[in-house]
């Protein structure tokens, strides 16, 4: 079954930090690239915040949260990570973690369209 659960979101204050997790099914994690995507009230989903390559570790960044978000990988146990350092009240969001077959650089940035399996997304929250 090819299934993406997210966890770690919640509530913190501006300058703040939270790390995201993306369990995969194992064959979930066999899709070559895991990305994290967010979706703020009232507006439409973001193009990837951050994307890695399941394999060699490639990774990418949007230039709002470069500096800020680290992405990460275990691949034993098939959960991704993001790890989220001087959270902005703009970060606030719905983030969903999503898996793609198409390999990280052919993709050059992570593009909404193009990921195939979704996770039910985790609530961030940035508020004082």
């Known amino acids: 079954q090819l299934q993406l659960v997210e966890s770690g979101g919640g509530l913190v204050q501006p300058g703040g930090s939270l790390r995201l997790s993306c369990a995969a099914s194992?064959?979930?994690?066999?899709?070559?690239?895991i990305g994290w995507f967010r979706q703020a009230p009232g507006k439409e989903r973001e193009g990837g915040v951050s994307?890695?390559?399941?394999?060699?570790?490639?990774?990418y960044y949007a230039d709002s949260v470069k500096g800020r978000f680290t992405i990460s990988r275990d691949n034993a146990k098939n959960t991704v990570y993001l790890q989220m350092n001087s959270l902005k009240p703009e970060d606030a969001a719905v983030y969903y973690c999503?898996?793609?077959?198409?390999?990280?650089?052919?993709?050059?940035?992570?593009?909404?369209?193009?990921?195939?399996?979704w996770g039910q997304g985790a609530q961030v929250t940035v508020s004082s």
């Open positions: 194992r064959f979930a994690f066999n899709y070559h690239t």
């Open positions: 999503a898996a793609t077959q198409v390999p990280i650089v052919v993709l050059n940035s992570c593009p909404v369209h193009r990921f195939d399996i």
């Open positions: 994307c890695i390559s399941t394999s060699d570790g490639g990774t």
